[in-house]
Nanobody, 127 residues
């Protein structure tokens, strides 16, 4: 069983919205911080958003701030990423990841702290 599974990607026109979901089949989900990353062709995997285990704190990449919202539902072992006003440069594979314990603004973007990763969901934005 894959511990982390993303869904919700697709092809959308510029200006549209998508809501990505990530279901984690992890017993300790409520104790884990979660993150979203993305990787465009021929580019490295970059941090998009993070959320602490209780959802009290959220972190966003400056390049997308104001257009994205991360949230979680611990009762459903699910974390969401709402992306509004999509742009062609947002086209990428979006990955969900889980990290044990608490993340901070300084650590949430560090891929090394995440030990569970999903297979990714493709987001394509047409102009």
């Amino acid at each position: 069983q894959v511990p982390v599974v993303e869904s919700g990607g697709g092809t959308v026109q510029a200006g549209g919205s998508l809501r990505l979901a990530c279901v984690a089949s992890l017993r300790a989900f409520s104790t884990m911080s979660m993150g979203w990353f993305r990787q465009a062709p021929e580019k490295g995997r970059e941090f998009v958003a993070g959320i602490t285990r209780s959802g009290t704190s959220t972190y966003y990449t400056d390049s997308m701030k104001g257009r994205i919202t991360i949230s979680r539902d611990n009762a459903k072992n699910t974390v969401y990423l709402q992306i509004d006003n999509l742009k062609p440069e947002d086209s990428a594979v979006y990955y969900c990841a889980a990290a044990p314990g608490l993340t901070t603004r300084q650590t949430a973007g560090d891929k090394r702290i995440y030990n569970y990763w999903g297979q990714g969901t493709q987001v394509t934005v047409s102009s």
